[in-house]
C-alpha cells in the first residue's frame, strides 16, 4: 500500500537529501585525494579540471555535465518527466558546490606521488577504501531517503525506461561511456596515459561502492526516525495497533532436496493453518500483469553473473523509480507475505519471509537443510535425472537462493543468526522435522 507523505515529512526528506548529498560528494573527493583513478561519472569533469590554464573547477565542470545529464532525461520523457524532478537542477549546483567544497577540505590528504611506493601505494589503497566506503553509505541513505536523484543517476534511468531495457545493464554501459570520455580527454589533452586520473580506483569504484551499497543498506532503517515526523510515527501506530495482529506464522527457507516444502505442507496441515508457497507466485503474476512462469524464474533465483551486474550497476535510484523487475517482484511478495501474516495464522515456505517478517513477534523462523547426497538422491526420483543433473541443478538453486537473500538484506543465507530452528532432515527424516517445528511453534505466543 502506498501512503502518501505529508509536506513535514516530504520537507524532512529533502532537508536530510542535502546532507546526504555531501557526504556523498566528501566521499567522491576522498576517493579521487588516493590518485588512483577517479569513480566512472567523475572521470570526465575530474580529468578536464586537471587540464593547465583550465578557468572551471571540477565542481562548475560537474554543474555542466548534470545539467546535460537533465536536459537529455527531459528530451527523452517529455511529459513523463516528473515535475519535482527538475529539482535535480538545484542539486546539481548544489553538489558541485560541495565537490569544490570537499576537494578543498581533502587536500591536505592527497598523498605525495614522491613518497616511497612501498608505504604510499598502500596508504592511497586505504583512502580509496575509505572514501569508497563513505560514498556508498551517503548512497545508501540517498536510496533510503527516497525523494530526489542526482542528475547521473536520472539519465541512464531515462534510457532504461525510453528504450525499456534492463536498467542495470543501461547503467553498466553508461558508466564505461564516461570512463572512455575521460580517456578521451586525457590523451587530448595530456597525450598520454595517466594511472591518478583513469586506474585502478576507476575499477575499483565499480563494484566496491556497489558492494558496500548491499552491506550499509540493510542497517540504515533508523533514519526513518529522522524522514518521518514523530507525531505521524505514533499516528501509525495507533491506527494499526498491532500490526501483526497476533497471528503465529512459521516461516521456512529451505535448501533445495531437503524436503522442505513437504515440512512445511504437513506443519500446515496439522495445525489447520494455509500453507503458502506457489500461492505467493500466482498473487504476485496477477498483481503485476506478468506470467506466473515469469515470475518463477525471476524470483529467488539470482545467477551469480546477474548479481554482480545489479553489484555494478547500484546506484542512487530511490526505491520507488527503481525499474528492476527483480526489486519489483521483490516488493510486491514483500506486500503480500506481511498481509498474510496480518490476516490468519500460516505457513510461508521461501520467499525470504524470515526477513521480511523479521520485526514480527509471532514468527517461528525454521531453516530446513540436508547434506548433499540426500538431496541428490530426493531430486533424483522427484525429476528423475541422473545424479550429475540433479547434483547441478541442486547447486544452481541454492546459489540462486543464497545470492537473493544477499541482495536483499546483505547477510548469508545459511547464517543461522537469521533463524530460530535448523533442521536438518538427513538426519531427523521429515516427520521428525515436522514434529520439532510443532513442539518449537508451541512456544510462540
Known amino acids: 500500500m502506498n501512503v502518501k507523505r505529508s509536506k513535514a515529512e516530504w520537507l524532512r526528506r529533502y532537508a536530510s537529501f542535502v ?35 583550465m578557468q572551471l573547477t571540477m565542481g562548475q565542470l560537474t554543474i555542466c555535465m548534470h545539467v546535460f545529464f537533465i536536459s537529455m532525461q527531459v528530451l527523452l520523457l517529455r511529459k513523463n518527466f516528473e515535475k519535482r524532478q527538475y529539482a535535480q537542477i538545484l542539486v546539481s549546483f548544489l553538489f558541485g558546490f560541495y565537490t569544490d567544497l570537499t576537494m578543498w577540505l581533502t587536500g591536505f ?77 586525457m590523451f587530448i589533452y595530456f597525450g598520454r596515459w595517466s594511472w591518478e586520473m583513469v586506474g ?45 495482529n497476533g497471528n503465529r506464522i512459521i516461516t521456512i527457507a529451505r535448501m533445495y532436496g531437503s524436503g522442505g516444502n513437504a515440512v512445511g505442507e504437513e506443519v500446515a496441515r496439522r495445525l489447520g493453518c494455509p500453507c503458502y508457497n506457489r500461492q505467493i507466485i500466482d498473487q504476485t503474476a496477477r498483481q503485476m500483469g506478468y506470467t506466473t512462469d515469469f515470475v518463477e524464474a525471476n524470483e529467488q533465483n539470482l545467477s551469480t553473473g546477474r548479481l554482480w551486474e545489479l553489484i555494478f550497476a547500484d546506484s542512487g535510484i530511490p526505491a520507488s523509480m527503481n525499474p528492476s523487475k527483480e526489486d519489483a517482484i521483490y516488493v510486491s511478495q514483500s506486500r503480500t507475505i506481511r498481509e498474510l501474516a496480518h490476516n490468519s495464522p500460516c505457513v510461508i515456505i521461501g520467499r525470504l519471509g524470515n526477513w521480511i517478517l523479521r520485526d514480527d513477534p509471532h514468527v517461528l523462523r525454521v531453516f530446513i537443510m540436508s547434506g548433499r547426497d540426500f538431496a541428490v538422491k530426493q531430486i533424483v526420483e522427484k525429476l528423475h535425472l541422473s545424479e550429475e543433473e540433479a547434483a547441478k541443478k541442486i547447486e544452481r538453486v541454492n546459489t540462486g537462493r543464497a545470492n537473493h537473500y544477499w541482495h536483499y538484506t546483505g547477510k548469508q543465507w545459511t547464517d543461522i543468526g537469521g533463524y530460530d530452528i535448523v533442521v536438518n532432515t538427513e538426519r531427523t527424516g521429515i516427520d521428525g522435522a515436522v514434529d520439532m517445528i510443532l513442539r518449537a511453534a508451541q512456544q510462540i505466543k
Not at 567522491?28 to 590554464?53: E, F, K, V
Not at 533508523?222 to 505521524?232: G, M, S, Y
Open 19 to 53: 546532507v546526504i548529498l555531501f557526504v556523498i560528494a566528501f566521499g567522491t573527493s576522498l576517493s579521487i585525494r588516493a590518485n588512483l583513478g577517479s569513480s566512472p561519472i567523475s572521470a570526465p569533469p575530474y580529468i578536464l579540471s586537471l587540464i593547465p590554464g
Open 109 to 185: 590528504l592527497q598523498v605525495p606521488f614522491d613518497m616511497n611506493p612501498l608505504v604510499g601505494y598502500p596508504l592511497r589503497f586505504v583512502e580509496l577504501l575509505i572514501g569508497g566506503a563513505i560514498l556508498a553509505f551517503g548512497i545508501a541513505c540517498e536510496v533510503r531517503c527516497d525523494s530526489l536523484m542526482l542528475a547521473g543517476e536520472g539519465f541512464p534511468l531515462a534510457i532504461s525506461k525510453t528504450l525499456n531495457k534492463d536498467f542495470g545493464k543501461v547503467k553498466i554501459c553508461t558508466d564505461t561511456f564516461l570512463v572512455t570520455v575521460g580517456m578521451i580527454f
Open 200 to 244: 585502478v580506483g576507476t575499477l575499483v569504484s565499480m563494484f566496491y561502492v556497489g558492494l558496500m551499497v548491499r552491506v550499509f543498506s540493510p542497517h540504515i532503517g533508523w533514519l526513518d526516525k529522522i524522514f518521518i515526523p514523530k507525531a505521524e510515527r505514533a499516528a501509525a501506530v495507533a491506527l494499526t495497533g498491532d500490526e501483526w
